[in-house]
């Protein structure tokens, strides 16, 4: 990995501080000692074991369960089937649901129907693990098959099974459009138009800790204790408070480690309930730990849908319109977090589109539900219109390069409003895709003759450029999209008597270094060391109500809360000590760990050191009169707007134009992340994202069997996430243009990656494969498919 | 049905009476309490249970318990000694090489495994011997990176027996 141009301006202070700096991380030392705290790791006395047995079928009615052996298994404890979670529970919430979709019955268990395979249908608790497995094997259903369906567009035929009639006439679960202008006229007067369908395969988000949950309950206290691997404390205490029919102040939500969360760890699943319900009924802790099979099954998946593209324009290649009309798979239940909603948002990418519009028509099939992995939507219109941009490049006989340069936005359109509502707020994306075309070398490659190297390869470069929604627009837009939950952060800072300052947050420590990136924060604010700061993560007990860790909008809505709070802290830390010292606040600063005077003039006094500072407030012993006592202050902040970040990706490969096998060589990520909290971590969220992106572009993707409904692959052996012998050499390079919307000018860099890996390489084959007239057009892209666009002329389907 | 055995773990010696059925990961997290050895997927092929067995990186899902006996093993846990991390541990943190570190100890101990085979594996080299752990949030660059500059800085783990006792002396 190379990286360019990643020292960014120092933007807060005066003062030598960390912010910008790649300090190492607070999460670490526990991390590689064997020491983090995984929910599985939770292991409180007299612990149950939860199993969960599962429908088999995509599509079935359930006409009989038995229990009665497995209850008579030595070690079983308790079980649960439907009819009882339907009187105890109330249906499963969804935290982002599709604007205008009906609420379907999701409960815990299934109920008279199960929609798709993994679907839970009997819970048992046992003394162990092993037991309550076992005890799977003796309970007996009976399931009566239903027709089913599988495939996305195929569950929209009028002839195609009904998955939830009793709330529905189709399985169109809702549609919606945006846009503007009257983008079919534009088609009517364009000079080309170029149009296709791009079909992107389901993949798993697949974090290495699977789920899991340890529910205990205290009866008498009315308390609810629930560990649990998630992105979202608090939103999961709102999910089960709901579900249970409980009070939130009955629950206690608690994630410490959680190992990889992408977007699946979203909001409350049906184990989350099912888990507190039995140990609720036997007071007793109860676990469950999700194996691998049952997450290919009963986890979200994600990203599968087709889109019907057209772009519009005149002969110098300026685009006068664009559209897409897409399906999107939910699977067979909306999700705890619904589907993918940024396909709609960002459909025109970088470029200058005014007059377009996009439709999206959700649709339910016999599969797994699908919930949010990260980019949310944005690489599966990004490989469609990329895609479609290099056609148009073909068509017009433009580069490429040339074509993107002249619609994309310019640094004086912005901010503009695209056709969707959205608000692109800065940037210089020309810039990212020229650096992007210099550093692959472009140029040269586009002057030389096109011929097989000595190895009979041909190579081709093919460019992805992007816009990347970071964070949300407010709470205002939120609520008008129907969201249950808000668009801030939250932080509390309290000082202790050992001189440091405790920091709590109900982010959840996933992977993306909040730990480290809120004490770097709370160090430059407030003036104190880096190590004096320490960061309590994860607890609904110990922190204020917030949102959570997804969307890249962590940092940009933490910044602000920590930067209040910090700030707060700070003028009463200066009044003590002002006070103590019997000078003007305004002549001292905090630095490091002592209040000193700014002029350097300590007099008898010296410098007071932030311990006794801290200990005056905390005890009230020796505090100015009307100052309360204690230390301590809460803030809690929303951005004005979501931050769009943006970049160009171009790759370099090497074709076989006999079998279509094919290799990455290189590939560059030109990305603007704004300002960067901690460069490190900046990069290697690009680079971790980017690793999935190759995954969903090339090797994965979850495949069923229309006849049977089944899943083919589901099991690491069968799946193919990247390991470390898969990638190909990065190139990272960033440019560093601050967001005016959001505090410090920093924008969300979590999903960066995952864009436009899968568009830079289909266009990159098809430019070595030019002379062959090559067309790709799904995702992943595989040899096979390869070599099927290479014969289409001779009657092989693609 | 319980079978005895009496193993080596992290240089503790251990009479345990286990299940036959049960596997490695579990005997070590469970019985044992060492926690820092992960499960991902119990058909050894995420590699997140990765520990070493008579010096070999053994995925511990695939190995029952009772096939420990008279074997040592050793888990993430051997690795630092009170407060320090030792110098493998210590590149992983200065390269940013983990991100939600579930799969951290699984790395370590697979490399501390490939010290222990005398080699001085290059880039290419790290990338095959580690593929067969997996890591979704890192995109594996800054692990590489990482072995790489803990083999550069200290050579004798190619050589000598496993990187933890010259770590502590360097």
């Known amino acids: 990995m190379t990286t360019l141009e990643s020292s960014p301006e120092r933007t807060a202070g005066t003062r030598p501080g960390v912010l910008g700096v790649s300090v190492p991380r607070k999460e670490d030392e526990r991390l590689l000692r064997g020491d983090g705290q995984f929910t599985d790791d939770v292991d409180p006395a007299r612990v149950l074991y939860m199993a969960v047995a599962r429908c088999p079928y995509p599509h079935a009615r359930i ?42 019955p999701y409960y815990a268990l299934a109920q008279d129907v199960a929609t798709h395979e993994g679907q839970p249908v009997v819970s048992i608790v046992a003394t162990s693990r092993h037991v309550a497995e076992d005890a799977l094997e003796l309970v007996d259903i009976d399931y009566e098959p239903l027709p089913h369906v599988v495939d996305v567009l195929g569950a929209l035929e009028p002839d195609a099974p009904v998955l939830h009639p009793s709330v529905l006439e189709s399985n169109l679960l809702a549609s919606t459009t945006d846009g503007r202008g009257e983008p079919e006229a534009r088609f009517d007067e364009a000079d080309v138009v170029v149009a296709g369908r791009f079909r992107v395969g389901r993949v798993s988000p697949l974090p290495m800790e ?89 986890a979200t998946h994600a990203r599968e849908s087709v889109h019907d593209y057209r772009i519009a324009a005149d002969a110098d290649g300026r685009i006068l319109a664009m559209t897409n009309v897409y399906a999107t798979d939910i699977g067979g239940w909306n999700s705890p977090f619904g589907s993918a909603q940024l396909s709609s948002v960002v459909f025109n990418g970088p470029y200058r589109v005014e007059d377009g519009s996009v439709e999206r028509r959700v649709t339910l099939t016999n599969k797994t539900p699908v919930g949010a992995y990260r980019g949310y939507g944005q690489p599966e219109v990004n490989f469609a219109y990329e895609l479609l941009m290099d056609r148009l490049a073909r068509k017009l006989g433009i580069d490429p390069i040339e074509l993107r340069a002249r619609n994309m936005l310019t640094p004086d359109e912005l901010p503009w409003v695209n056709p969707a509502g959205a608000v692109y707020d800065s940037g210089d994306y020309a810039r990212c895709l020229r650096m992007a075309a210099e550093r692959i070398g472009w140029d040269a490659h586009r002057a030389a003759p096109r011929r097989p190297r000595p190895d009979g390869r041909l190579s081709g470069i093919g460019f992805s450029s992007f816009v990347e929604r970071t ?21 509390t800072l309290r000082a202790n008597r050992s001189g440091g300052i405790d920091a709590y947050t109900g982010v959840s420590t996933i992977g993306q270094s909040s730990e480290t990136a809120f004490a770097q924060l709370v160090a430059e604010v407030f003036g104190t060391d880096y190590d004096a700061v320490k960061v309590h993560v994860g607890d609904t007990a110990a922190s204020p109500l917030n949102t959570g860790s997804f969307a890249s909008r962590t940092m940009i809505a933490a910044a602000g809360a920590i930067r209040d709070a910090a700030g707060q802290l700070a003028a009463k830390t200066l009044r003590l000590a002002a006070f103590r010292l019997q000078v003007p606040p305004e002549d001292l600063e905090i630095a490091g760990s002592v209040v000193r005077r700014r002029d350097g003039t300590d007099g008898a006094d010296g410098a007071v050191p932030l311990a006794e500072v801290y200990r005056t407030a905390i005890t009230g012993q020796g505090i100015p009169p009307g100052e309360d006592p204690g230390l301590e202050a809460t803030a809690h902040f929303e951005p004005s707007d979501a931050a769009y970040s ?108 995952t864009i436009p890996p899968g568009a830079a390489v289909a266009n990159a084959i098809c430019d070595a494969l030019a002379d062959y007239g090559v067309e790709l057009n799904s995702l992943p892209i595989t040899p096979e498919k390869v070599w099927r666009a290479l014969n289409a002329d001779k009657g092989v389907q693609q | 049905m319980n079978v005895e055995i009496e193993t080596t773990v992290n240089g503790k010696l251990v009479h345990a009476s286990v ?73 992983f943190r200065q390269e940013h090489a983990l991100q939600c570190g579930f799969c951290s100890p699984a790395f370590l101990m697979t490399a501390t495994a490939l010290a222990h085979q005398g080699t001085r594996p290059g880039r290419a080299e790290i990338r095959d011997e580690i593929a067969g752990v997996l890591c979704r949030c890192t995109g594996y660059d800054n692990i590489v990176t990482a072995i790489e500059r803990w083999f550069a800085e200290h050579p004798q783990t190619a050589t000598e027996d496993g990187p933890s006792e010259d770590a502590r002396s360097a």
């Open chain 1, 471 to 491: 964070g949300y627009a407010s709470s205002r837009f939120l609520a008008k999209r129907g969201s249950q939950f808000g668009a801030h952060e939250s932080i």
């Open chain 2, 19 to 91: 299940p036959a059925r049960l596997h490695v990961a579990d005997f070590l997290r469970q019985q044992l309490g060492l926690t820092g050895t992960h499960l991902g997927c119990e058909q050894g092929s995420c590699g997140m249970c990765t520990v070493m067995v008579d010096g070999e990186a053994v995925k511990s899902c695939l190995m029952l318990a009772c096939q420990l006996d008279g074997r040592h093993v050793r888990t993430v846990e051997s690795l630092a000694e009170d407060d320090r991390l030792t110098p493998l541990q210590e590149a």
């Open chain 1, 63 to 104: 006409t009989r369960v038995d229990t009665a052996a497995a209850e008579r298994l030595d070690g079983v404890e308790h079980v649960l089937s439907g009819k009882q979670v339907h009187q105890l529970t109330e249906p499963l919430g969804v935290l982002r649901p599709v604007p205008g979709a009906p609420r379907l």
């Open chain 1, 646 to 753: 943006f970049g160009t990706a171009a790759a370099l490969v090497s074709v076989d134009p006999e079998t279509g096998e094919f290799d990455v060589e290189r590939f560059v990520l030109v990305h603007d992340a704004g300002t960067v909290v901690n460069p490190k971590v900046v990069d290697g969220q690009v680079l971790g994202a980017l690793a999935q992106g190759f995954g969903a572009a090339l090797t994965e993707e979850l495949r069923y069997d229309p006849d049977t409904g089944q899943l083919l692959n589901g099991s690491m052996m069968d799946y193919f996430p990247p390991t470390a012998a898969d990638l190909p050499p990065i190139e990272l390079l960033h440019t560093h243009v601050p967001s005016p919307v959001t505090p410090f000018g920093i924008r969300g860099v979590g999903e960066v990656g």
């Open chain 1, 210 to 298: 699977t789920r899991g949950v340890v529910a205990q309950w205290r009866a008498g206290a009315r308390e609810l204790t629930v560990h649990c691997s998630t992105q979202v404390p608090h939103l999961v205490r709102k999910q089960l408070a709901e579900s249970l029919r409980l009070r939130e102040s009955d629950i206690r939500a608690i994630a410490s480690d959680v190992g990889g969360g992408f977007g699946l760890k979203l909001g409350v699943f049906p184990e989350d309930v099912l888990a507190c319900l039995h140990a609720m009924a036997l007071r007793r802790p109860v676990k469950w730990s999700e194996d691998r099979a049952e997450h290919f099954r009963a």
